[in-house]
Each structure stands twice: as C-alpha cells, then as structure tokens.
C-alpha cells in the first residue's frame, strides 16, 4: 500500500524558516517524480514544486522561487521542503504527493504551516 | 501561466442524479488534464489522468473526456460518498495550475 506521511508544519514568524519532510512507503521511491502541492485555508490546490527521481530536475512555482527548495533522499524514501523567508501568504496545508506521468497519483495526509507573528 | 476555469463553481444534486462538470484551459492542453476529488479536512484523491484514464481503484461511475481546452467530467449516478468538490489540472507546461473547484453537495 502506497503511504505517504508528512511531517514538520507549525507555526512560524514571518521572515522565519521550516523543513518539511515526506516519508514514502509501498513503492519504489526512487523511481517517480514527487511533488509538493499546498492549500490556503479555504481556498484551492496550488501546485508548489516537483523533483526528478534523481533529483537532477527540479521544477518550482514563480512564487516561491528563491525562496523554498526541494529535495529528496532516495536512500531513506524521503522527500523533503526547505522554505525560508516565509510569508503569511505561505500558510496553507502543504501535501506530499507521487507523481505517475506527470500528475499526482497518490496524496499525503497533509502538514500545516502557519506563517504568523 | 495556463489558465483553468470550472463550470459550475457549485451545484446541488439528488442521488441517483448523473452530474456533469466542465473544465476549460486558456490554451491547449492536448489530454494533460487530471480530475481530483476533495472531502471537507480530508487530502485530494486523484481520479482522472489523460483526460480520460481511470487512476487504480477508481469506480468506473467516474469518466472524463475532451481535448485540447475543453474537458468533462461525468459521474453516471451520484452517491452519497461523491459529494465532495472536484478540481481539474493541466499538466501540460510548469507551472501546473487547478481550476478553482466545483463543490457537488446534496439538494
């Protein structure tokens, strides 16, 4: 059975930094793309970033560019998120998903990350 | 960026009722059109990829069409357990972007 588990949201100053991670079993980690896709309180889907199964392509949305970073341990099945700079507009409940042909196949539970002084 | 609009952003439905929603990309998209379903607190569930491609496990009352910019998605008989909101995707170019959702509750 494909899981995926993320951990690290919190709360979190404006300016201040936070690692997400997602551990991934039931699969061959290391042989799909993952992507991180976040929600707003209330609002919709926003695609954030995705990795290549070796890591040599990343791909990120303009608005955090610069600013968050993915990266993946395919030794331990872990996918993780580096954010820093944070904003209030950041805050959502960011999920860890698998990819199969470019597209989400499989979703985490989710983490939420609150940006806020 | 691609941009993605949903028709209707809300409707309200019987059991049993054969629900239809529309997706429509500002450009084309070939078939790189996904079909997501979201429960209140709950993480997405993929249910469609290719416009048309049932993901594993998915019940086949789920099926999707189109190309190009204009999709569907059709659920032949409405369950109590498929009234949730629905988002579209294009995965045709970075970035990725959603429709903005179709919420399917009980009338």
């Known amino acids: 059975e494909v899981q995926l588990v993320e951990s690290g949201g919190g709360l979190v100053q404006p300016g201040g930094s936070l690692r997400l991670s997602c551990a991934a079993s039931?699969?061959?980690?290391?042989?799909?793309?993952m992507s991180w896709v976040r929600q707003a309180p209330g609002k919709g889907l926003e695609w954030v970033a995705n990795?290549?199964?070796?890591?040599?392509?990343?791909y990120y949305v303009d608005s955090v560019k610069g600013r968050f970073t993915i990266s993946r341990d395919n030794a331990k099945n872990s996918l993780y998120l580096q954010m820093n700079s944070l904003r209030a507009e950041d805050t959502a409940v960011y999920y860890c998903?698998?990819?199969?042909?470019?597209?989400?196949?499989?979703w985490g539970q989710g983490t939420l990350v609150t940006v806020s002084s | 960026d691609i941009q993605m609009t949903q028709s209707p952003s809300s409707l309200s439905a019987s059991v049993g009722d054969r629900v239809t929603i529309t997706c429509r990309a500002s450009?084309?998209?070939?078939?790189?059109l996904a079909w997501f379903q979201q429960k209140p607190g709950k993480a997405p569930k993929s249910l469609i990829y290719?416009?048309?491609s049932l993901q594993s496990g998915v019940p086949s009352k789920f099926s999707g069409s189109g190309s190009g910019t204009d999709f569907t998605l059709t659920i032949s008989s409405l369950q109590p357990e498929d009234f949730a909101t629905y988002y579209c995707?294009?995965?045709?170019?970075?970035?990725?972007?959603f429709g903005p959702g179709t919420k399917v509750d009980i009338k």
């Open positions: 998903a698998r990819d199969k042909l470019w597209t989400p196949d499989y």
């Open positions: 039931g699969f061959t980690f290391s042989s799909y793309w």
């Open positions: 990795i290549k199964q070796d890591g040599s392509e990343k």
């Open positions: 450009q084309g998209i070939s078939n790189y």
């Open positions: 290719a416009a048309s």
């Open positions: 995707q294009q995965y045709n170019s970075y970035p990725p972007t």
